[in-house]
């Protein structure tokens, strides 16, 4: 699959990067208080990873939403481009 898509990475190291930044979060602040507290941490740290895999600024993206100004595109639609510029070449 690699020799046909070179833009595919040989490793896998992206996703365990993401996991180490919410233990690292997790060890900082002693872990969440309550279940919705995790459920909070987990979501933001989701947006958070995807954003800056993206190239986006994180606390830009939040308050574009939050002010609903929606400026910027969602990021599912940006995936979506992304995943269209990169099976296209």
Do not use: C
Request: glycine share 4%; no cysteine; charged share 30%.
């Amino acid at each position: 699959m690699v020799l046909e898509h070179s833009e595919i990475p040989l490793h896998n190291n992206s996703a365990e990067n993401s996991a180490r930044d919410r233990v690292r979060k997790r060890d900082v602040s002693y872990g969440p208080r309550t279940e919705n507290g995790a459920e909070s941490w987990d979501t933001f740290m989701s947006i958070a990873g995807t954003a800056k895999k993206l190239g986006v600024s994180f606390f830009k993206y939040i308050f574009d939403r939050i002010s609903k100004a929606y400026k910027q595109p969602s990021l599912a639609e940006m995936i979506s481009i992304k995943s269209k510029e990169i099976f296209q070449n």
